[in-house]
Protein backbone atom coordinates (compact mmCIF):
# COMPACT_ATOMS: atom_id res chain seq x y z
CA UNK A 1 0.00 0.00 0.00
CA UNK A 2 1.30 3.36 -0.88
CA UNK A 3 2.43 5.52 2.13
CA UNK A 4 0.03 8.89 2.48
CA UNK A 5 1.64 12.12 3.14
CA UNK A 6 0.22 14.87 4.58
CA UNK A 7 -0.31 18.16 2.26
CA UNK A 8 0.93 21.58 3.28
CA UNK A 9 -1.95 23.76 4.41
CA UNK A 10 -2.40 27.42 3.12
CA UNK A 11 -1.58 30.07 5.21
CA UNK A 12 -3.68 32.97 5.87
CA UNK A 13 -1.35 35.03 4.63
CA UNK A 14 -1.52 33.67 1.31
CA UNK A 15 -5.31 33.93 0.83
CA UNK A 16 -6.79 37.15 -1.09
CA UNK A 17 -8.44 39.24 1.03
CA UNK A 18 -11.78 39.94 1.01
CA UNK A 19 -13.58 43.29 -0.91
CA UNK A 20 -15.02 45.01 1.46
CA UNK A 21 -18.93 44.81 -0.11
CA UNK A 22 -20.18 48.76 -2.00
CA UNK A 23 -22.74 50.47 0.06
CA UNK A 24 -25.88 50.58 -1.44
CA UNK A 25 -28.48 53.32 -0.88
CA UNK A 26 -31.76 52.42 0.52
CA UNK A 27 -34.81 51.49 -1.51
CA UNK A 28 -36.66 54.83 -1.50
CA UNK A 29 -40.11 55.16 0.04
CA UNK A 30 -42.89 54.75 -2.53
CA UNK A 31 -40.66 52.59 -4.79
CA UNK A 32 -42.66 49.44 -4.46
CA UNK A 33 -46.88 49.04 -5.24
CA UNK A 34 -49.50 46.55 -4.29
CA UNK A 35 -48.50 44.26 -7.19
CA UNK A 36 -52.72 43.46 -7.96
CA UNK A 37 -53.11 47.14 -8.57
CA UNK A 38 -50.43 47.26 -11.29
CA UNK A 39 -50.12 43.13 -12.52
CA UNK A 40 -52.29 40.71 -13.15
CA UNK A 41 -52.37 37.22 -13.09
CA UNK A 42 -53.76 34.86 -16.21
CA UNK A 43 -54.38 31.26 -16.92
CA UNK A 44 -53.89 29.73 -20.35
CA UNK A 45 -55.10 26.21 -20.73
CA UNK A 46 -52.76 24.91 -23.40
CA UNK A 47 -53.80 22.52 -26.08
CA UNK A 48 -52.99 18.94 -26.00
CA UNK A 49 -49.49 18.42 -27.88
CA UNK A 50 -48.06 21.44 -27.55
CA UNK A 51 -44.95 20.90 -25.05
CA UNK A 52 -44.18 23.28 -22.92
CA UNK A 53 -41.11 24.50 -23.86
CA UNK A 54 -42.07 24.85 -27.19
CA UNK A 55 -44.34 28.26 -26.17
CA UNK A 56 -40.76 29.39 -23.90
CA UNK A 57 -40.77 32.78 -25.27
CA UNK A 58 -42.16 32.59 -28.88
CA UNK A 59 -43.23 36.00 -29.65
CA UNK A 60 -45.64 34.80 -32.13
CA UNK A 61 -47.39 32.29 -29.90
CA UNK A 62 -48.65 34.79 -27.30
CA UNK A 63 -48.69 37.61 -29.72
CA UNK A 64 -52.32 37.99 -29.91
CA UNK A 65 -52.55 38.81 -26.75
CA UNK A 66 -50.54 41.87 -26.67
CA UNK A 67 -53.71 44.32 -25.87
CA UNK A 68 -54.02 42.91 -22.40
CA UNK A 69 -50.40 40.95 -21.60
CA UNK A 70 -48.01 43.61 -19.60
CA UNK A 71 -44.49 42.86 -18.26
CA UNK A 72 -44.16 41.51 -14.74
CA UNK A 73 -47.75 39.91 -15.42
CA UNK A 74 -47.94 35.91 -14.78
CA UNK A 75 -49.38 33.56 -16.11
CA UNK A 76 -50.25 29.73 -15.03
CA UNK A 77 -50.19 27.25 -17.47
CA UNK A 78 -52.08 24.19 -17.25
CA UNK A 79 -51.85 20.98 -20.26
CA UNK A 80 -55.64 20.80 -21.32
CA UNK A 81 -55.06 16.83 -20.50
CA UNK A 82 -53.41 17.80 -17.20
CA UNK A 83 -50.26 16.39 -18.75
CA UNK A 84 -48.05 19.17 -17.82
CA UNK A 85 -48.66 22.50 -15.24
CA UNK A 86 -46.36 25.85 -15.13
CA UNK A 87 -45.93 29.19 -13.64
CA UNK A 88 -44.53 31.95 -16.29
CA UNK A 89 -44.12 35.44 -16.52
CA UNK A 90 -44.74 38.07 -19.65
CA UNK A 91 -40.83 39.92 -19.66
CA UNK A 92 -42.04 41.95 -23.00
CA UNK A 93 -44.99 42.97 -24.33
CA UNK A 94 -45.86 45.47 -27.09
CA UNK A 95 -48.08 45.68 -29.77
CA UNK A 96 -48.31 42.46 -31.65
CA UNK A 97 -45.37 40.61 -29.75
CA UNK A 98 -45.58 39.23 -26.35
CA UNK A 99 -42.50 36.99 -24.91
CA UNK A 100 -43.70 35.15 -22.13
CA UNK A 101 -41.34 33.18 -20.44
CA UNK A 102 -41.19 29.84 -18.28
CA UNK A 103 -40.50 29.91 -14.11
CA UNK A 104 -41.03 26.72 -13.01
CA UNK A 105 -42.66 23.73 -14.89
CA UNK A 106 -43.74 20.14 -13.40
CA UNK A 107 -45.11 16.99 -15.37
CA UNK A 108 -48.81 16.06 -14.05
CA UNK A 109 -50.52 12.54 -14.33
CA UNK A 110 -52.82 13.30 -17.19
CA UNK A 111 -55.88 12.27 -17.32
CA UNK A 112 -56.09 8.72 -16.53
CA UNK A 113 -59.02 6.84 -15.67
CA UNK A 114 -58.64 3.51 -13.55
CA UNK A 115 -60.49 0.98 -14.28
CA UNK A 116 -62.44 2.89 -17.15
CA UNK A 117 -64.53 0.54 -19.49
CA UNK A 118 -63.30 0.06 -23.51
CA UNK A 119 -66.42 -0.13 -25.05
CA UNK A 120 -67.18 3.12 -26.09
CA UNK A 121 -68.95 2.96 -29.44
CA UNK A 122 -66.09 3.56 -32.57
CA UNK A 123 -65.24 7.67 -32.93
CA UNK A 124 -66.59 8.49 -29.04
CA UNK A 125 -64.15 9.64 -26.69
CA UNK A 126 -64.51 10.81 -23.18
CA UNK A 127 -62.61 13.84 -22.37
CA UNK A 128 -62.41 16.46 -19.13
CA UNK A 129 -63.29 19.91 -19.25
CA UNK A 130 -60.54 22.24 -19.15
CA UNK A 131 -60.06 24.13 -16.26
CA UNK A 132 -61.81 27.39 -16.21
CA UNK A 133 -64.71 25.92 -18.76
CA UNK A 134 -67.77 28.00 -18.49
CA UNK A 135 -69.87 24.63 -18.86
CA UNK A 136 -68.38 23.53 -15.29
CA UNK A 137 -66.18 20.57 -14.22
CA UNK A 138 -66.77 17.38 -15.15
CA UNK A 139 -66.81 14.87 -18.23
CA UNK A 140 -68.32 14.79 -22.08
CA UNK A 141 -68.45 12.63 -24.73
CA UNK A 142 -66.39 13.42 -27.99
CA UNK A 143 -67.57 12.65 -31.47
CA UNK A 144 -64.47 12.35 -33.27
CA UNK A 145 -65.46 13.35 -36.94
CA UNK A 146 -67.01 16.41 -36.25
CA UNK A 147 -66.20 17.51 -32.69
CA UNK A 148 -69.86 17.12 -31.61
CA UNK A 149 -70.08 17.18 -27.89
CA UNK A 150 -72.10 14.98 -25.86
CA UNK A 151 -73.49 16.58 -22.42
CA UNK A 152 -75.94 15.90 -19.98
CA UNK A 153 -78.73 18.71 -20.45
CA UNK A 154 -75.86 21.10 -20.99
CA UNK A 155 -73.82 19.92 -18.44
CA UNK A 156 -70.70 17.93 -18.08
CA UNK A 157 -71.37 14.77 -16.76
CA UNK A 158 -69.57 14.41 -12.76
CA UNK A 159 -67.48 11.04 -13.10
CA UNK A 160 -66.44 9.48 -16.19
CA UNK A 161 -68.26 6.66 -15.25
CA UNK A 162 -71.81 8.89 -15.20
CA UNK A 163 -70.31 10.16 -18.98
CA UNK A 164 -70.15 6.52 -20.03
CA UNK A 165 -73.49 5.46 -19.23
CA UNK A 166 -74.82 8.86 -20.56
CA UNK A 167 -73.33 8.19 -23.99
CA UNK A 168 -74.61 4.78 -24.27
CA UNK A 169 -78.13 5.76 -23.60
CA UNK A 170 -78.02 8.63 -25.87
CA UNK A 171 -80.58 7.86 -28.61
CA UNK A 172 -77.77 7.90 -31.61
CA UNK A 173 -76.90 4.38 -29.78
CA UNK A 174 -79.78 2.57 -29.11
CA UNK A 175 -81.32 0.26 -31.13
CA UNK A 176 -84.68 0.40 -29.34
CA UNK A 177 -85.26 3.84 -30.54
CA UNK A 178 -84.64 4.67 -34.55
CA UNK A 179 -82.56 7.94 -35.01
CA UNK A 180 -83.30 10.34 -38.03
CA UNK A 181 -80.04 12.34 -39.23
CA UNK A 182 -80.98 15.95 -41.37
Known amino acids: MPELKPVAAESPADAPAPQPKPQLAPLPRGAVKFSEQCRNAWLAVIPRGIDFSAIDGNSAYW ?12 VTLIAADRSQFATAMCVHSTPGCVVVRLLHTLDGPGVTIANAPKSLPDGISIERTPPGDPLGSGFFGVRARDGAKFLN ?3 PWPTWQDCYEGILQH ?3 RADRPVMYL
Open 63 to 74: GLQSDVMREGDT
Open 153 to 155: SGK
Open 171 to 173: AAF
